[in-house]
């Protein structure tokens, strides 16, 4: 058997992307999932992201995370899913489709892709970190000297010591300036750090105006793999109208067997 993928990236974190609408892949074949995302044996991806049709949006987006369960949103991989969907011609420069986490916006223009994420109402905020869920879990904290971090070993540590076996996403950042934060993110599900997470640097920017840290509401978000933003607005505690803005490119296509 052959799958036909697309690969591409967005600041980094990088997607296998299959066209699923005429639902010919095995959805529930997790070590097959793991395997197209496996690095050394397979394309090698941080996720796996199917495109399918739904009867009320322009497209559907099913995520699996590189160990093949499905998951939790993903932000880069729903900007990336756009330009895939305006590649095959399913939308042209602007979209609304379906994820697990509900209805997302999203516009193009050129190889910047921006996605509407779900509002935030609640922010959990302690002496040392807060947490909050931007479409997936998200554990935020500043941190000193970011860039000597060993983000796998601590991200591990929280993840799992701090969250259990369910866990969160760790985002360890330090403020650059006034509305600019640079960002490192441990995801679960790929179990390392990755070059880059949407939900994350969304996470980031939402805690640190919620902290009194970034006073506007247009934050820059730095992360190994690039440069994003986020801007929202904001109403009784509230974010709303929350917008995630990024490159999104295709990297090669092809067809693997398996």
Known sequence: ???NFYK??????????I???Q?????NDTKLIN???DRRFGIGADGLILLENDPEYDFKMVYYNAD???STMCGNGGRCLVAFASQLGVIENEATFIAVDGLHK??????VVELQMQDVKSIDVFEKYSFLNTGSPHHVQLQNELKHLDVKKEGARLRYG???EEGSNINFTEQIDADTFAVRTYERGVEDETYSCGTGVTAVAIAMHRNGLAKGDHIALQTPGGNLSVSFETSNGHYNNVWLKGPAKLVYSGTIAY
């Open 162 to 164: 701090k969250y259990g």
């Open 68 to 70: 093949g369960r499905e």
């Open 106 to 111: 999203a516009r193009i223009t050129g190889e």
């Open 1 to 3: 058997m052959k799958i």
């Open 8 to 17: 591409y990236q967005g600041t980094g974190n990088d997607f296998v992307m």
């Open 35 to 37: 395997h197209l995302c």
């Open 19 to 21: 066209d699923n609408r």
């Open 23 to 27: 639902s010919v892949f095995p959805k």
